[in-house]
């Protein structure tokens, strides 16, 4: 819906640094840069520090994400790449693999800003990716640090085993 204004949330502060890991598919390498630039730049406004992968496709996205869950110390991911609609029933699997994929991956625990582009066709990708536009790699790493922050803030709660002690009670009249 072209000229509807969004609500964006206020962007997360943090005391402790944050290191974001940037996992790219360049298939459209100009669509690809602006959406880093934007995650890049995001990621900066908050003073989070940013590694970038390159990976073939969108498929391998969430595979990549994966893997550096398992093996490296990232806090959070940015999945960055454009789907363009093409003329086989290929987008349609693309688009819902990737986007499944990651999804099961945040509900796993993994903090992830999903930016990767599923369009009709190169005009809309460059509106949604660029940075003075849309900036959608901007705000799929914005998602990934409000993630974070809730990582953060839920982190040290604890919902407790077996019984609860009974509260304090005042018995003075």
């Given at each position: 819906?072209?000229?509807?204004?969004?609500?964006?949330l206020?962007?997360?502060a943090?005391?402790?640094?944050v290191?974001?890991?940037?996992v790219v598919?360049?298939?459209?390498?100009?669509?690809?840069?602006?959406?880093?630039?934007?995650?890049?730049?995001?990621a900066?406004?908050?003073?989070?520090?940013?590694?970038?992968?390159?990976?073939?496709?969108?498929?391998?996205?969430?595979?990549?994400i994966?893997?550096?869950?398992?093996?490296?110390?990232y806090d959070?991911y940015?999945?960055?790449?454009?789907?363009?609609?093409?003329?086989?029933?290929?987008?349609?699997?693309v688009?819902?693999d990737?986007?499944?994929?990651i999804?099961?991956?945040?509900?796993?625990?993994?903090?992830?800003?999903?930016?990767?582009?599923?369009?009709?066709n190169?005009?809309?990708?460059?509106?949604?990716?660029?940075?003075a536009q849309?900036?959608?790699?901007?705000?799929?790493?914005?998602a990934?640090?409000?993630l974070?922050?809730?990582?953060?803030?839920?982190?040290?709660?604890?919902?407790?085993?077996?019984?609860?002690?009974?509260p304090?009670?005042?018995?003075?009249?």
């Amino acid at each position: 819906m072209a000229g509807v204004s969004h609500f964006t949330l206020p962007a997360p502060a943090f005391d402790k640094p944050v290191k974001l890991l940037i996992v790219v598919a360049p298939y459209y390498r100009d669509i690809a840069d602006h959406l880093v630039a934007g995650a890049r730049a995001a990621a900066a406004s908050v003073g989070a520090a940013c590694d970038l992968v390159e990976v073939p496709g969108a498929l391998e996205v969430p595979t990549a994400i994966a893997m550096a869950e398992r093996m490296a110390n990232y806090d959070g991911y940015v999945a960055l790449g454009c789907v363009i609609r093409g003329e086989t029933t290929h987008y349609d699997t693309v688009c819902n693999d990737s986007s499944r994929a990651i999804t099961l991956l945040g509900l796993q625990g993994a903090c992830i800003g999903n930016g990767i582009l599923t369009v009709e066709n190169y005009d809309q990708a460059l509106v949604r990716a660029d940075t003075a536009q849309q900036n959608k790699g901007g705000g799929a790493a914005m998602a990934a640090l409000h993630l974070i922050a809730l990582a953060r803030r839920w982190s040290g709660a604890t919902k407790g085993i077996g019984f609860r002690p009974a509260p304090e009670t005042d018995f003075r009249a």
